[in-house]
């Protein structure tokens, strides 16, 4: 969750007086947790609903591919951006560790994206053309495909022209804003038919914090933050197109997970740090040129400023690397070490973290941390100013967000409780598994003063993020029920199923929604289908309006 400073102060000073109240003794690190949202490169790892079932294949994704519709195309066969196969899987596995490899297969069908972005020696303007392959993976025809425009909601702008569909014009319509963008497409795709679409777009980015949703696609203090800067393809599910505007309080992604290919142009003097990996890096002139690739991940973030310097730590086969001006080197050092210590614990836990880098980097996000695939946005306030208590709370929970958000999606606009929820009980296990019984009674505290926010009130977790904005059925809640609340709701579920079977339920909810897009209703049923019990009275008490 992302709140403004100018709202925190008076939450960040009650909740200091209820971890000093409730610290425990000589613990070695005393846990805070951050007042609202604890939920920052050269090149690193980049990011269906299932209905009420819990028989899906471990391993596979929750959305399974229709039938083969026979022989692609010849225009989507290959990439005209870049003259590649767009079946070509090979470049992707560089990226991911081996035991993740099978992802490449399992997601045959998955879109893949093709970018070229020029970023201007102004940085504040970028251009680009886009490609994309899309597969039919639904079990109905499509008329269109619905790509959302986010820099049109979050202070900037984002235009686009020369719309093709395998090649032959086609004319689009908008809507919300301007931020969705339907693509006509001209036969209906049938399931298994694949379409390539192709556009160019250009993007001018905010200079204003108050303006540009937390500073996530903004350039602020020298900094250069790109979240969600091209037309991305909106997730189809049960209710069809999913084009809804996200409240200012929550994230604005809902997204499958995809593949890209980015080839990257921008001054020289920058450090450029973005989802994947970099294959390869050329200087043309005062320019240079990168070539990424991402994915399975659910979306393409990227940061770049001339001062970074980075901190690196070797966790299996992954490298995580920790960006930030030379003048925060040690806080660097720190996030690095506690993003290492998040790593090890929650492979652990929950299976291995996919890919062969981690990144984090500092910039000048007005949220304490933001979640990307495998790149995580860590306010500068954290580095060296007031929140700087709050930096291994932060990087533990963002670093949960690559298992609860990326590796195992969902609809954080209308459910958002089921990611940030969980990856808050994900840091408790953090600080279990770190400092003990003594740290975990820490940051279990912090959650419970989180909640008192809302005087201990019993409001239901599975609403969307709009139920507890300002307009909203619970006005002002959202920290204190979906952070607070939400993540001791599992605690509660752990008691109720049994120790032993709630640490296998979850383990086997990683595997079985991996890659996929999990529901409120897919969590409940698994829950069940492990304990071998009937969890309505629980749910109906914590969860369900």
């Known amino acids: 969750m992302r709140t403004p400073w100018t709202l925190r102060f008076s939450a960040i000073l009650a909740l200091l007086l209820i971890l000093t109240a409730c610290r425990p003794a000589a613990t070695p690190a005393q846990p805070t947790a951050a007042p609202s ?60 560790i081996a035991s993740e490899q099978d992802a490449l297969e399992q997601l045959a069908t998955a879109s893949v994206y093709h970018i070229d972005l020029h970023i201007e020696d102004s940085l504040r303007q970028a251009t680009g053309r886009l490609e994309v392959r899309y597969t039919n993976r639904e079990q109905t025809a499509l008329e269109e495909v ?4 986010f820099p049109n909601l979050t202070g900037g702008s984002m235009t686009v022209t020369n719309l093709l569909v395998d090649g032959a014009p086609v004319t689009p319509g908008y809507a919300q804003e301007d931020s969705v963008l339907a693509v006509p497409l001209p036969t209906a795709l049938q399931p298994g038919q694949q379409a390539v679409i192709s556009m160019d777009f250009a993007v001018t980015v905010p200079t204003d914090a108050a303006s540009s949703n937390y500073g996530t696609f903004a350039y602020l203090d020298g900094v250069l933050a790109l979240a969600h800067a091209y037309p991305m393809i909106a997730v189809y599910d049960d209710e069809g197109w999913n084009q809804e505007i996200a409240p200012p309080d929550g994230d604005v992604v809902y997204a499958d997970a ?47 400023s001339p001062s970074y310097q980075v901190v690196s730590r070797q966790v299996g086969e992954t490298l995580i690397n920790s960006y930030a001006p030379a003048r925060l080197e040690s806080s660097a050092t720190e996030v690095a070490d506690v993003a290492a210590q998040a790593l090890e614990s929650l492979s652990a836990r929950f299976g291995p973290y996919p890919y062969r880098e981690l990144d984090l980097v500092s910039t000048a996000t007005s949220a304490l941390g933001v979640e990307y695939p495998g790149i995580i946005a860590i306010t500068d306030a954290i580095y060296d100013r007031m929140f700087r208590q709050y930096l291994e709370s932060t990087v533990a929970h963002e670093v949960a967000h690559q298992w609860f958000y990326n590796l195992v999606g969902n609809d954080q606009v209308d459910e958002p409780w089921l990611d940030e929820g969980l990856t808050q009980f994900a840091t408790l296990l953090y600080y279990q598994d770190q400092h003990g019984p003594a740290g975990a009674q820490g940051f279990r505290a912090s959650l419970e003063g989180r909640w008192e926010h809302s005087d201990g009130a019993q409001i239901p977790l599975g609403l969307p993020v709009a139920a507890y904005g300002e307009d909203g059925q619970y006005p002002g809640t959202y920290g204190s029920i979906i952070y607070g609340r939400g993540a001791l709701f599992f605690e509660a579920l752990a008691d109720a199923m049994g120790q032993e079977t ?44």
């Open 146 to 149: 619905v790509f959302r425009l």
């Open 258 to 304: 995809s593949f890209y290919r980015v080839q990257v142009t921008a001054p020289d003097d920058l450090v450029v740090v973005t989802s994947g990996t970099t294959l390869e890096q050329q200087q043309v002139d005062r320019q240079q040129v990168l070539t990424i690739v991402a994915g399975p991940a659910r979306d393409f973030y990227l940061a770049a």
């Open 37 to 96: 949202r604890p939920t920052a490169a050269s090149n690193r790892p980049t990011a269906v609903r299932p209905q009420a079932t819990a028989t899906l294949a471990p391993g596979l994704p929750d959305k399974p591919a229709p039938p083969a519709a026979g022989a692609a195309a010849a225009s989507t066969a290959t990439s005209t951006l870049f003259g590649l196969a767009w079946d070509d899987r090979a470049a992707f596995a560089q990226g991911l």
């Open 502 to 545: 709630f640490d296998a339920f979850l383990a086997d909810y990683v595997q079985t929604h991996r890659w996929g897009i999990a529901t409120i209703a897919s969590l409940r049923a698994l829950a069940e289908q492990h304990c071998g019990c009937d969890l309505g009275a629980l749910f109906e008490a914590w969860v369900y309006p």
